[in-house]
Structure formats: structure tokens, C-alpha cells
């Protein structure tokens, strides 16, 4: 095998364009130089566009979880009652933070492999109207589903004052979002998901109504503190040392954005979206989400005739191919396919065909190139309609 073909094909990290890779081995600059004010102000727009808002976004080193501890620690304060939503690990992972940091944590859970349903978060608001903010995570990478943030967002603001807090780092720059029109009030995401670059940069952006909150709240936070990093990005620069080799990544990942269209970015990832699916289907791989519930990013498959984890050690072994197995109760029950960032519909025929490859090494029966098939169908489907050869 090759060893240098990494056929990466997880919910993050996601393998890394080339031209991003050469933006990324620039010569060093120093980080309080114009060059760099340059450079920061220059990511501002594009950031904006993916976010949807023309609010700021600020960029600080760390993985996504800084962004999600920096929601927690600036927009409420120990004591707030907040109501964490939990499709998964990742809702989870919020409702521990804000465990961790004293707040009053109500979690409202969800079976794992389903959207949350918008009414339950009517009525628990109802019920429960000292809650100061709602924190929800637009894809569940842990089960593959996309959660209605936008519908979640008009209830939670029908039916409350609270702030309504989104953890995007697994589909922010693969699906639409639209924090301003929708009424998302704090937004954070990461660098190595749908943004095509390493770990260690999460971006977070917040609303006039949570800067109220953020400006207001006296509680300690340092090197999280979005005040800092307000002060610091009106005057084109970061409080701390910024990663200066990251931020060449993504000067190139949002010209590369801006090259495709990000109306054609998100239509590429439900294409194969779509296309993952379908062929799932037809090689009789049981899907852990209902197809209204999918996301566009990732998806996860829950077999019942062999063992995943064996399944998985034979594509990584015969192909390279790295498929990411299940999180905390599923683990050792599914399979999850990242198609998210850097990928095609091109890497999409060629890891389905590496699926069906990897399901005869295991035993299933299945007629090969059915699944390829399916995702072709597909595939040639939505090229009639677009026609734009
Ligand atoms: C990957 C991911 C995170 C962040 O994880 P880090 O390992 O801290 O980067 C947070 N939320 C979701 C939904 C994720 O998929």
C-alpha cells in the first residue's frame, strides 16, 4: 500500500487542499507587523459570508472546544439556568462544560440518531422560563444528524428571552447558515472540518443581544475572553500570538470558497450527502439517521450482519481508507463516513467502491457495484437538472 495516500474519510479532521497546504508553509511574519494586520482584516469578509452575520468573528487558537467553553464562560455565569439540547456526544460535551463552569444545566435528550423536535423545546421553555440561554449543536458528528437550528432559534426566541447558542464546528462552511437572519446569537466552529485546515483555530461570532450579556458579565475568564478579542480585532490583531501559519490556511480555504460559490459548496455536500445515502441503501447498509434528520457532512451506518470495528480495521488496512467508528454508547455499533471540506463527488464513487470491497472481505453478501450504482443514479441525476456541461 501507499503510504502516503491517506484516504481521510472522517468527521474531522479532514484531509487538506493543496494550494492550503502551500498557503500554510509561507515565511513567518511577525504577528503585531502590518503584514499581519493585513492578513486579519483581509479574513474578516469571508468569515462573515460563511457565518452569515456581519457581526465579527473572531479567530483564536484552539480547537473547537476553546470555541464552545468561550460560548459558555462570556454569554452566561455561574448560577444561569441553561438548557443544554442533547442529540449526542458533542451536546453532551456543552452540557458538561456548563457543569463545569457552575451553571444550573437542564439537558433535554434526545434519542441518539434523531433531530430534536422543535415543540419539546417549546415546552420545556415554557415550563421553565428562568432560562437564560439554550445551547445546541447544529450537526451532531456523533450520530450524523443535522439538527433545525433555524426552526429551534424562532421558538426559543418566541418563547423566551434566553440566548440561543449553536455549536457549528461540524457543518459551518458545508451547510447554509444564516446567524443574523435566523436569530442565532452566539455562533462557534473549528478548522478542521468543513474549513479544510488543521486543528487549532476555532471562530466564534455573537449578536448584539449576547454582546450585552458578554459586556456585562464580570465573571473571570482570560485567554477566552471575547472583550479582549473585541478590542484587539478593531484594531486588525489578536490579544495573544495568533497561528499565523493557520491564518495563511485560511486566506487560501476562503478564496477557494469564494472561487466555487458557497451556494455551490453547500449544494456539493448534499449531493453527496445524498449520494452516500443511496448507496447505502442499495447495498442493505442500515442508516442510523431518518433521511429528514441527515446531515449534509456525515454519515453513520448501524450494521447488523458484522462487526464495524472489524470492517473499519480492513479498509484502513487493504485501502488506507480511515472510516470513524461510533462515540460513547455507540461505539463498536456504527460506522461514520465523513464527507465534509475536501472532498468530491469523485472521492465519493471511490471510497463507496472501497466500502463494497471492504463488506466482501468481511462476509457480507452483496452485489458489488451496486452501491456505485446508486450514488451514479444519483449523481447523473442532479446533472440533468443542472445541465451545465
Ligand atoms: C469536532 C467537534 C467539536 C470540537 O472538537 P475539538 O476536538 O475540540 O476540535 C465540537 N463540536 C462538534 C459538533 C464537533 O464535531
Known amino acids: 500500500m501507499l503510504v502516503d495516500q491517506q484516504l481521510l474519510r472522517i468527521p474531522g479532521p479532514t484531509p487538506i ?17 502590518q503584514e499581519c494586520k493585513d492578513l486579519i482584516q483581509k479574513l474578516q469578509p469571508g ?36 438548557l443544554v439540547i442533547v442529540t449526542g456526544a458533542f451536546g453532551d460535551r456543552f452540557a458538561k462544560i ?18 430534536v423536535d422543535v415543540k419539546e423545546v417549546k415546552n420545556y421553555l415554557e415550563q421553565h422560563p428562568s432560562i437564560k440561554a439554550v445551547f445546541a449543536t447544529y450537526c451532531e458528528t456523533s ?24 455549536d457549528g464546528v461540524s457543518c459551518v462552511a458545508g451547510v447554509e447558515t444564516k446567524m443574523d437572519e435566523w436569530g442565532i446569537d452566539v455562533l462557534v466552529t473549528g478548522s478542521q472540518k468543513a474549513f479544510m485546515l488543521p486543528a487549532g483555530l476555532t471562530f ?55 472561487e466555487e460559490g458557497l451556494e455551490q459548496v453547500y449544494e456539493r455536500h448534499q449531493l453527496m450527502m445524498e449520494m452516500t445515502r443511496a448507496a447505502c441503501k442499495a447495498l442493505d447498509l442500515p442508516l442510523l439517521t431518518s433521511d429528514q434528520a441527515a446531515s449534509p457532512t456525515v454519515t453513520a451506518v448501524q450494521p447488523t450482519d458484522f462487526d464495524p470495528e472489524q470492517f473499519r480495521k480492513v479498509v484502513k488496512k ?16 456504527i460506522f461514520r463516513i465523513g464527507h465534509m471540506g475536501y472532498c468530491s463527488p469523485a472521492d465519493v464513487f471511490q471510497y463507496i467502491s472501497l466500502i463494497e470491497l471492504g463488506l466482501i472481505l468481511v462476509g457480507k453478501k452483496i452485489d458489488l457495484g451496486k452501491g456505485v450504482a446508486a450514488a451514479q443514479a444519483v449523481y447523473l441525476d442532479r446533472e440533468v437538472e443542472t445541465n451545465d456541461l
Open 204 to 258: 466564534v461570532s455573537a449578536s448584539k443581544r449576547a454582546w450585552d450579556v458578554i459586556d456585562s458579565n464580570s465573571q473571570p475568564r482570560f485567554y477566552l475572553d471575547l472583550k479582549a478579542y473585541k478590542k484587539n480585532l478593531d484594531n486588525s490583531s489578536t490579544p495573544y500570538t495568533p497561528a499565523v501559519s493557520l491564518l495563511y490556511g485560511l486566506e487560501q480555504v476562503l478564496e477557494l470558497f469564494n
Open 143 to 166: 450520530t450524523a444528524v443535522l439538527n433545525p437550528v433555524k426552526e429551534i432559534a424562532e421558538v426559543v426566541h418566541q418563547s423566551s428571552n434566553a440566548l440561543f447558542i449553536v
Open 318 to 333: 487493504k485501502f488506507g481508507l480511515t472510516l470513524a467508528g461510533g462515540q460513547q454508547h455507540l461505539k463498536g455499533k
Open 47 to 82: 468569515l462573515q459570508a460563511v457565518f452569515g452575520t456581519k457581526q465579527d468573528v473572531f479567530i483564536i487558537a484552539g480547537s473547537g472546544t476553546a470555541g464552545l467553553e468561550t460560548a459558555v464562560v462570556n454569554a452566561t455565569q455561574p448560577g444561569d439556568e441553561v
Open 98 to 115: 456548563c457543569d463545569a463552569f457552575e451553571r444550573k444545566t437542564h439537558r433535554l435528550e434526545v434519542t441518539y440518531g434523531e433531530a
Open 17 to 33: 487542499p493543496p494550494s492550503v497546504e502551500r498557503a500554510m508553509i509561507q515565511p513567518m511574519i511577525g504577528h503585531r507587523g
